[in-house]
C-alpha cells in the first residue's frame, strides 16, 4: 500500500528541494571561480594580406608566412635524366618456332630454361600435311626418273632415224621440267625434315643456339590450320639470354643525350644500389601520340643472366644543362598551357612570374626563361599563395567594375 502524504506538506517538500538545488548550484559556481586562473588578454588577429601592384604583400610575423617555404634558384649544370625504360628479348638472337604444318604433338623434347643448339628438334609432330608434302616429293622423284628414261629411249630412238628431232627436243623439255620439280619437291620437305621417306614425322627445330624461354605446347595437343600461320602465337621462343634490349620512352628535350652509341645506366628495383651499364642503338623516327614520348632502343650485357626480360627499370642518362636555372618541381605551377612561380621580391612580398620550361623531373625542374640564379622561389604551398592572389585580384575587379 502507497503511504498517503498530505498535499500541505508535500507542496512544502518541494519547496525545500528546489531550495537546496539552488544553494549547490551556487556553491558550485563559488567553488569554479575560487580554482579558475584569470584569462588571458586575447592576442590581435594579424592583418589580412593585401594585393598591390601586382604583388601579394602578407603584414610582418603574419601565421601564414611559417608555411610558405622559399628556396634560391641556383645555375644549372650537368643533371642526370631519370626515364621509365623496359626490358626486352633481342630480337637480333631470338627466333619464334612456328609449325609449318598442322598435326598432333607426339613428343616434346626441349623445356623452359633449357639450352638447345642449332638444329635440335624442340617437339615431334605427327602431321598428315607433312606427310602429304613428303608424298608429293616422292611422286616428283618418280615422275623425274621416268621422263630421263624417256629422254634416253628418245635419243636412242632419233640416233636410229626413227622419230624426229621435235620429239626428242619435247623429251628434254619434259625431263628438264621434271628434275625441277623434283628439286622444288624435295627442298621444300627438306627444309622441315626429312625427304627420303614417307613418315609424317614433322620436327620442329630452331635455326640458332640459344635458350628456351616460353613454350606454348603440351604432349597430345592438337594443331588446327587455323592455328598456324604468322598470326598464331609461337609454339617455342629461343633467345640467347647474354644480351638484352631496353626500350625507353624519352622526350623530345632528352634525345640529344640519346644518340646511337651513347651510354646509360640502368636502375632495377630487383637489385637495389647496383647500376648496370648499356648503350644507345637506335632512335625511332617518329613520336608517340598517345604518350608523346619517342621509342629509344638500347644494349645491355647480361652474362650472368640476373636481368630478365619485361623488368620494368629506370634508365639514367647524363644530360648537359648548363642554359637555365634550377628549382625544386613543386615551385612551378600549371595554368592552362603556361608554368609559373611565385618569388619573395622581399621579405613578406610575393609575385607570381611566368617561366619557360628547359626540363621537367620529379624531384628538379630546369628554368630556361623568366626566373634568373638567385632569385627566391616559393617551394611549399605555392598553388595555395595562387589561390589567395586570384581571390584578392578577383575582388579587386568587383570593386573596380562596382565604382565604375
Known amino acids: 500500500m502507497v503511504p498517503f502524504i498530505p498535499t500541505g506538506l508535500l507542496a512544502g517538500h518541494k519547496t525545500a528541494v528546489r531550495g537546496l538545488l539552488a544553494l549547490a548550484l551556487c556553491a558550485t559556481a563559488l567553488l569554479q571561480g575560487c580554482h579558475k586562473a ?3 588578454a586575447a592576442a590581435p588577429e594579424a592583418a589580412p594580406p593585401v594585393l598591390q601592384s601586382g604583388r601579394l604583400r602578407f603584414a610582418p610575423g603574419h601565421p601564414q608566412l611559417a608555411l610558405l617555404t622559399v628556396a634560391r634558384a641556383t645555375h644549372a649544370q650537368d643533371l642526370v635524366v631519370e626515364l621509365p625504360a623496359k626490358l626486352v628479348w633481342n630480337e637480333e638472337r631470338t627466333q619464334r618456332v612456328f609449325p609449318p604444318f598442322a598435326g598432333r604433338v607426339v613428343a616434346i623434347r626441349a623445356d623452359l630454361g633449357q639450352s638447345v643448339k642449332a638444329g635440335a628438334p624442340l617437339a615431334l609432330l605427327a602431321s598428315p600435311d607433312f606427310g602429304q608434302a613428303q ?14 628414261q624417256a629422254l634416253t629411249r628418245q635419243r636412242e630412238l632419233f640416233e636410229a632415224g626413227i622419230v624426229a ?8 623439255a619434259d625431263a628438264a621440267s621434271a628434275r625441277a620439280e623434283s628439286a622444288r619437291a624435295a627442298a621444300r620437305t627438306r627444309l622441315y625434315g626429312s625427304a627420303d621417306a614417307v613418315n609424317q614425322q614433322l620436327a620442329i627445330t630452331s635455326s640458332i643456339a640459344g635458350v628456351v624461354v616460353e613454350r ?24 640467347d639470354p647474354g644480351t638484352l634490349w631496353v626500350q625507353i620512352d624519352a622526350r623530345e628535350s632528352d634525345l640529344t643525350s640519346l644518340r646511337p652509341g651513347a651510354g646509360f645506366s640502368l636502375q632495377v628495383p ?16 617518329a613520336i608517340d601520340p598517345s604518350t608523346r614520348t619517342i621509342k629509344v632502343r638500347g644494349l645491355v650485357p647480361n652474362a650472368d643472366r640476373r636481368l630478365k626480360a619485361e623488368m620494368l627499370v629506370t634508365a639514367r642518362i647524363s644530360e648537359n644543362r648548363s642554359s637555365g636555372v634550377v628549382v625544386p618541381a613543386s615551385a612551378v605551377l600549371l ?17 607570381p612570374r611566368t617561366v619557360t620550361l628547359g626540363h621537367e ?44
Do not use: C, W
Open 165 to 172: 628431232r621435235k620429239d626428242l627436243e619435247q623429251a628434254e
Open 216 to 239: 606454348r605446347l603440351n604432349p597430345g595437343q592438337e594443331l588446327r590450320p587455323d592455328q598456324v600461320g604468322p598470326d598464331a602465337p609461337a609454339l617455342f621462343v629461343v633467345t
Open 361 to 404: 623531373g620529379p624531384r628538379e625542374v630546369i628554368i630556361t626563361g623568366g626566373l634568373t640564379a638567385g632569385e627566391k622561389v616559393v617551394t611549399q604551398n605555392a598553388l595555395l599563395l595562387a589561390r589567395q592572389f586570384q581571390s584578392l585580384a578577383e575582388e579587386a575587379g568587383a570593386k573596380k567594375e562596382t565604382r565604375q
Open 135 to 148: 608424298a608429293d616429293t616422292a611422286k616428283a622423284h618418280a615422275g623425274q626418273q621416268l621422263a630421263q
Open 38 to 40: 584569470p584569462t588571458e
Open 335 to 351: 595554368n592552362g598551357t603556361r608554368h609559373s612561380v611565385f618569388i619573395e621580391s622581399e621579405a613578406g612580398v610575393f609575385e
Open 270 to 285: 630487383a637489385y637495389p644500389g647496383e647500376s648496370f651499364i648499356g648503350r644507345v642503338m637506335a632512335t625511332a623516327d
